[in-house]
């Protein structure tokens, strides 16, 4: 299941991005890059500097990349949560689209209703002795309340626009945003409670084994201080937790009330 949030959101992150999807399979996708985004991705400020210095276009990289670690060729990039990559979106996300107000396109000749979502993405860090990252899509109608996980699926189906359509209104939200980021937050926390949390009591085992080494290797010893900063650091390295993080979100103006 996470192999395919991360494919749907990356086919929503370059589409948003109006880059061209070539090649979308299940666990292989292939863009051509906007100038935009080859500049924000694939590091090559130099090639640019020069193309614009003489005069020239500039020629935007295609990118292949494998989502699916079955289909991982050698040749193209496998990417999954924790990978570079990965962590480069999510960093540009974060810098420069954080957060948004966007309304679907609907032709129509008659006063249509927009209603009011709330969608945040939120990343999710399982971290111990391994970390582990999960992007998470929810979406809010803050008018009756209804919640959609992978609402970035849901968008993708549609045509979103940043100005609002000719005939349309938009309906006041019921729901503030404050309160329906606690709504959200409520159902992460539920999520996460219902994981299988193995990864923590191993990560608490070793961090009790190496503590249990360390006190025997200082058994004797009159520098408690040096051992107690050793302790602290063993258990600021193993100790578990679990981390929200808003990467970027807004309110989408769509047409058809949640059903």
């Excluded at 990965?86 to 309304?103: A, D, G, R």
């Excluded at 945003?177 to 999520?191: A, P, Q, T």
């Amino acid at each position: 299941m996470a192999i395919n949030h991360l494919h749907a959101f990356l086919e929503s992150y370059f589409s948003a991005h109006h880059c061209e999807l070539l090649h979308d399979t299940n666990g292989v996708l292939t863009v051509q890059l906007t100038e935009e985004m080859d500049r924000a991705l694939m590091n090559r400020p130099f090639y640019w500097h020069y193309i614009k210095k003489m005069g020239h276009p500039g020629d935007p990289k295609q990118l292949t990349l494998i989502t699916d670690p079955e289909k991982r060729d050698g040749k193209h990039e496998w990417i999954h949560y924790g990978s570079p990559r990965v962590h480069q979106i999510i960093s540009h996300l974060h810098t420069n689209e954080k957060y948004t107000k966007l309304f679907e396109h609907v032709d129509t000749d008659h006063k249509t209703a927009l209603f009011p979502w709330l969608v945040t993405n939120i990343k999710i860090s399982y971290q111990g002795k391994q970390k582990m990252d999960e992007m998470i899509s929810i979406g809010l109608h803050l008018v009756n309340g209804i919640m959609k996980l992978e609402m970035m699926d849901e968008l993708q189906h549609k045509t979103i626009k940043n100005t609002i359509p000719d005939y349309c209104y938009t309906i006041s939200p019921m729901i503030k945003l404050h309160s329906g980021f606690k709504r959200i937050e409520k159902v992460l926390e539920n999520y996460v409670l219902d994981q299988n949390h193995e990864w923590a009591e191993a990560s608490r085992q070793t961090m009790e084994e190496e503590i249990n080494l360390l006190r025997h290797f200082y058994k004797g010893e009159t520098a408690e201080q040096d051992m107690k900063k050793e302790i602290d650091e063993i258990k600021k390295r193993y100790s578990p937790y679990i981390t929200f993080k808003v990467i970027n979100g807004g309110i989408f103006y769509l047409k058809d009330e949640a059903k």
